[in-house]
Structure formats: structure tokens, C-alpha cells
């Protein structure tokens, strides 16, 4: 019990493994001599390293085509069943640490090559291509671009690639407040907007009341300038 609590603690006392650039492979290994492959730089944890022996190696190399990470592999080709089966290829997923020297995969069997591809992660150009991501390329794709990668930190970046990201969602919370802002101090300008139109209105009224008013008594006046001479007047 003693040991055990030892064991605990110490483990809660031990730094947490943050996320790394890795690179990802999946890669399927067809017994006809065939291969193909996807690829993407991501950020997470890379899988344990254990040395095998095999026919066929998987080599991650740089420009130079001196290896930088490297893998062997006894590729079987059966399906787990009961009893077991004649499969038409195999699979090799890994992740280990990217490195910005690495420049093509290439996969061997008994030292001979069966597929070459150069990484295409970054060109450089400014835009975030199809295989960039904010990851293997800062200098053209950034966090909040829709690149199929997730970076969830608390940075005020938005990652729209995020399935939940706080960023978003503090973002999303000032925008409402915004928005809310806005929509009171339009509410008060039309408010003080209806009160002046409606004193002029009433000034107005009120102006063309008296306008109609002394041109009523213009009109009278008129009248009485132009009436005859009364009937009492008499010529001799």
C-alpha cells in the first residue's frame, strides 16, 4: 500500500507531457510489390520506438537522402482470423517527431525501393496549400486557417478546425456582446432621432398654422379694400 502511494505520488509530481509536432504516415503495403501513402504533420505525441528487424524499412531522410528516422518492418500478410487468412496488403501507421530537415519518405523491401515521396509540407509561397497546416508551415498558414488541424491552446486564436476550442468560444461570447452593444446604441439613436423629428413636426405645425393664420387675415383684408361704397351714401 505504502509502495503504491509512492508510485502515485511521484507520478503526479512528473512535468506533463506537452503536444508535439509529429509527422503522421499511414501507409498500405501490398504483397504484389506495390505501396501507398498519406501523410500530414500534426501536433500530438509520437508512438514508442521499438527496433525490429524485417524485410522492409520505412525511412524518413533529408534532402541529402541521409536518414533521419528509420524503421524496419516482417510484413506477414494474413488477416487476424480463425484461422488466419491470405490478406492482399498490410498496414504501418506511425507518428514520430517532425523535423523541419525532413525531406521524402521512402519505403524498401530487402533493400530495394518500392515508394518514394517527397514531402510537399511547405512551399513558402504564402498560401496555405492543400498538405500545409499551421504545424509544418507557420510562414503560410496560420491557426485560425481551416488547414485540418487542430491547435487548441489558450492563445485568442480561434482554430475553426477545433471541435471545441475556448478561444471560439470567447470569441463568440465578445461578438454577442458587441453585437449587443451595437444594437442598444442604434436603439438610442433612433430614439433621440424620433424626439427631434417629432419636435420639428410640431414646430413645423405650428409655423404653418400661423402662416395660414395671417394669410387668412391677407385675404380678408384684400376683401375689405375691395368692397363698394355702402348703401346709406346718396349722390345729389
Known amino acids: 500500500m505504502i509502495m503504491a502511494m509512492v508510485i502515485l505520488i511521484a507520478c503526479m509530481l512528473l512535468p506533463v507531457v506537452s503536444a508535439e509536432s509529429v509527422l503522421e504516415v499511414n501507409m498500405l503495403v501490398f504483397e504484389s510489390g506495390s505501396a501507398a501513402m498519406e501523410y500530414k504533420v500534426n501536433e500530438g505525441r509520437a508512438l514508442p520506438y521499438s527496433n525490429e528487424t524485417g524485410?522492409?524499412?520505412?525511412?524518413?531522410?533529408?534532402?541529402?537522402?541521409?536518414?533521419?528516422?528509420?524503421?524496419?518492418?516482417?510484413?506477414?500478410?494474413?488477416?487476424?482470423?480463425?484461422?488466419?487468412?491470405?490478406?492482399?496488403?498490410?498496414?504501418?501507421?506511425?507518428?514520430?517527431?517532425?523535423?523541419?530537415?525532413?525531406?521524402?519518405?521512402?519505403?524498401?523491401?530487402d533493400n530495394r525501393i518500392l515508394l518514394r515521396q517527397y514531402l510537399d509540407v511547405c512551399d513558402y509561397n504564402g498560401i496555405c496549400g492543400r498538405k500545409e497546416n499551421a504545424v509544418s508551415c507557420a510562414s503560410d498558414c496560420s491557426i485560425s486557417d481551416l488547414d485540418g488541424v487542430c491547435i487548441a491552446k489558450d492563445d485568442n486564436i480561434c482554430d475553426p478546425d477545433c471541435v471545441f476550442d475556448a478561444d471560439c468560444e470567447k470569441q463568440e461570447k465578445e461578438k454577442k456582446q458587441a453585437a449587443a452593444l451595437i444594437s442598444i446604441a442604434l436603439s438610442i439613436i433612433i430614439v433621440v432621432l424620433a424626439v427631434v423629428l417629432h419636435r420639428k413636426r410640431k414646430k413645423i405645425i405650428r409655423l404653418a398654422e400661423k402662416a395660414k393664420a395671417a394669410y387668412g387675415r391677407f385675404v380678408s383684408e384684400l376683401k375689405e379694400m375691395g368692397k363698394p361704397a355702402g348703401k346709406g351714401y346718396k349722390r345729389r
Open 55 to 109: 524485410r522492409y524499412m520505412l525511412s524518413v531522410n533529408d534532402a541529402a537522402g541521409t536518414p533521419l528516422w528509420s524503421r524496419n518492418y516482417e510484413l506477414s500478410f494474413f488477416k487476424l482470423s480463425n484461422p488466419p487468412r491470405k490478406a492482399e496488403y498490410e498496414i504501418i501507421t506511425e507518428k514520430f517527431p517532425y523535423d523541419s530537415r525532413m525531406y521524402e519518405i521512402a519505403l524498401y523491401k
